[in-house]
């Protein structure tokens, strides 16, 4: 039982860590590009920024599935409430 | 710890639920007809108008200039779809001011709910514009061994739409949740107002994305296929 409660936390931190960091890296480089490109061509500010968000929430939405991965971890865990149902119906 | 706007149970007989997605939902269905019911109600087209309608006409423009950019050539086609989800998912966005308000998109059966509505609405616009043959021909574009890839890369990418917008907002709402307990007084309005700002931002990718899907279905194939950006 604490297994599970050991191995539901540290995979929800590390989840998370990593969901935070990777694509952090990802959108920055995504955001350089975009601003080098509005510095040598202003007048395509329109097209360069629309795809910039698009690009953005691309790479948003895998951090996105780790936050719910360890959403699911913390509060709905499966595992862990069958344990509880089990302990308790005991 | 409220994961989602499903569990706060309004009114409930055996089975029947009324929960807090359902009642927020008819609320902005609400607000959303009923407004722009009694705002069109008398139209004019001369310089003296009122205000009202001079804001439905300028976010008309707006969506229907940021359709043909994306590059679909007939915007008055699309944009009841189009702009029916992004009013749908910003106004559900905006009214978090209100307190007590859980936007219903924070649930993922809203926001499952339209990506289903994308995914039929993408083969509905390719069909009608190439008919049927020709749309199903599209899926072995390239090559035909592209066939099974095409057909997965649709069900993830409808699969990523709600997902995205609902841990978007989930995520909002549970970040002001958790700062409520910790720091009471600041934290929880400046956390607000960014959710405020991610919920907008995530309409407009909503609707943009829903755009080039349908962008990507319904371009003409025989000259030269156009550069659109497909998932």
């Known amino acids: ?90 | 710890m409220r994961l989602s706007p499903d569990q706060m149970i309004f009114w409930q007989h055996g089975f029947l639920k009324l929960n807090g997605t359902i009642v927020f939902t008819w609320g902005l269905m609400l607000v959303l007809a009923v407004g722009s019911k009694l705002i069109t109600r008398k139209l004019s087209t001369d310089l003296k108008r009122s205000r009202w309608q001079n804001l439905l006409e300028i976010i008309v423009t707006g969506i229907e200039k940021q359709i043909e950019d994306v590059g679909l050539r007939h915007p008055e086609r699309y944009i009841g779809f189009l702009g029916t989800l992004f009013l749908f998912v910003a106004l559900a966005a905006l009214c978090t001011i209100i307190p007590g308000y859980e936007p219903p998109t924070a649930s993922l059966s809203t926001t499952a709910a339209l990506a289903l509505c994308v995914f039929v609405a993408v083969p509905l616009f390719g069909i009608e514009e190439d008919g049927l043959g020709g749309y199903l021909k599209s899926y072995m574009e390239p090559t035909v061994i592209m066939l099974p890839f095409n057909i997965i890369s649709e069900l993830s990418r409808t699969l990523a739409l709600a997902v995205r917008l609902f841990g978007n907002m989930m995520s909002g709402a549970m970040i002001i949740g958790i700062l409520l307990t910790i720091t009471p007084f600041l934290f929880p309005i400046v956390m607000t107002a960014l959710g405020l700002l991610t919920g907008m931002v995530q309409a407009y990718i909503f609707s943009i994305l829903a755009a080039v899907y349908i962008a990507a279905a319904t371009r003409t194939r025989k000259p030269r296929p156009a550069p659109v950006p497909k998932t």
């Open chain 1, 1 to 90: 039982m604490t297994l599970i409660a050991v191995a539901s936390i540290v995979t929800g931190g590390l989840t998370t860590s990593l969901g935070c960091m990777c694509p952090a890296l990802g959108e920055g480089r995504a955001v350089a590009t975009a601003l080098t490109s509005l510095a040598q061509q202003p007048d395509a500010s329109a097209t360069i920024t629309r795809t910039l968000f698009v690009g953005l929430a691309m790479i948003e939405s895998t951090a996105i599935y780790c936050f719910v991965v360890s959403m699911i971890l913390i509060f709905a865990n499966p595992f862990w409430n069958h344990v509880i149902a089990q302990a308790t119906g005991k």
